[in-house]
Nanobody, 115 residues
Framework: QVQLVESGGGLVQAGGSLRLSCVAS????????LAWYRQAPGKQRELVAV???????NYADSVKGRFAISRDNAKNTVYLQMNSLKPEDTAVYYC?????????WGQGTQVTVSS
């Protein structure tokens, strides 16, 4: 059974930092492309950051220079370090693992940034 479990969300003031974690089980973690998405109330889910199995990263323009995605294959964990947080970063953040047509999602973790 595949599980992706996010943690690390919470309430933070603007300018603060959070680190999200997503622990995966039931997959060959190192072979999957991993990503973080977010969905704000009333908005579509959007891609925040992605890291390939080889470690190549890509970011949404809105978070470049502030967020960093990383992975630890030994721990089956993907991270999202979020710095200089803004109120517009408020959303539910979801972990995603993808390989070819196989696609898995976590349950999400709430991030709220107060002004």
């Amino acid at each position: 059974q595949v599980q992706l479990v996010e943690s690390g969300g919470g309430l933070v003031q603007a300018g603060g930092s959070l680190r999200l974690s997503c622990v995966a089980s039931g997959i060959t973690f190192s072979s999957f492309t991993l990503a973080w998405y977010r969905q704000a109330p009333g908005k579509q889910r959007e891609l925040v950051a992605v890291i390939s199995s080889s470690g190549t990263t890509n970011y949404a323009d809105s978070v470049k220079g502030r967020f960093a995605i990383s992975r630890d294959n030994a721990k089956n964990t993907v991270y999202l370090q979020m710095n200089s947080l803004k109120p517009e970063d408020t959303a539910v953040y979801y972990c995603n693992a993808r390989k070819f047509i196989v696609d898995y999602w976590g349950q999400g973790t709430q991030v709220t940034v107060s002004s």
